[in-house]
T-cell receptor, first 112, second 116 residues
Framework: GENVEQHPSTLSVQEGDSAVIKCTYS??????FPWYKQELGKGPQLIID?????GEKKDQRIAVTLNKTAKHFSLHITETQPEDSAVYFC???????????FGRGTSLIVHP | DTAVSQTPKYLVTQMGNDKSIKCEQN?????MYWYKQDSKKFLKIMFS???????INETVPNRFSPKSPDKAHLNLHINSLELGDSAVYFC???????????????FGPGTRLTVL
């Protein structure tokens, strides 16, 4: 089955800095890679996703890159703000499957 | 205009009791899920229903029984609660779009279950 590794488990940055979270996956048939943000006391919410026919996708301060050959994908947050503090999950899902495999999460702390 | 809602938000109960958690989605999705999130934040799939039919049942004790009265609801009933059942339970939903592509999952706010 699919295995998703996520690093780092904790990331502490100063407000205004950039943050990068990296994930690797094992199943070459995976073709959909969502990223979720989970704030304290809430459920995970999709913030950005990418499909395997695209190498990069941006949405304002967040971007995701995908390297299919190396089987890794990354989340980039620029100009971080305290409200970006949360747990971020990457996931990978193979075509035809309902269920993504989640990484173990990264706790991002943005210090004012 | 809540998309995926769960009740209750908090549930505190004694070992051995039976409890239920309700989930409703107003997105018109055809697939619903239950996840368990442990204290280390790991998200583990428990069940998935598509059009009221069970399609995924991971290795979950049979004390856990999901029930889907219609496409918009997926409730979770737990018998004989144990200490290890303490966790946050999330309901989610998704939709199959054109060409059989599975759209992303939308999660509810979670139910924190504490078993004493």
């Amino acid at each position: 089955g699919e295995n998703v590794e996520q690093h780092p488990s904790t990331l502490s940055v100063q407000e205004g800095d950039s943050a990068v979270i990296k994930c690797t996956y094992s199943d070459s048939a995976s073709n959909y890679f969502p990223w979720y943000k989970q704030e304290l006391g809430k459920g995970p919410q999709l913030i950005i996703d990418i499909r395997s026919n695209v190498g990069e996708k941006k949405d304002q301060r967040i971007a995701v890159t995908l390297n299919k050959t190396a089987k890794h994908f990354s989340l980039h947050i620029t100009e971080t703000q305290p409200e970006d503090s949360a747990v971020y999950f990457c996931a990978a899902r193979r075509g035809g499957s309902y269920i993504p495999t989640f990484g173990r999460g990264t706790s991002l702390i943005v210090h004012p | 205009d809540t998309a995926v809602s769960q009740t209750p938000k908090y549930l505190v109960t004694q070992m051995g009791n039976d409890k239920s958690i309700k989930c409703e989605q107003n997105l018109g999705h055809d697939t619903m899920y239950w996840y368990k999130q442990d204290s280390k934040k790991f998200l583990k799939i428990m069940f998935s229903y598509n059009n009221k039919e069970l399609i995924i049942n991971e290795t979950v004790p049979n004390r856990f029984s999901p029930k889907s009265p219609d496409k918009a609801h997926l409730n979770l009933h737990i018998n004989s609660l144990e200490l290890g059942d303490s966790a946050v339970y999330f309901c989610a939903s998704s939709q199959v779009v054109a060409g059989g592509v599975k759209d992303t999952q939308y999660f509810g706010p979670g139910t924190r279950l504490t078993v004493l």
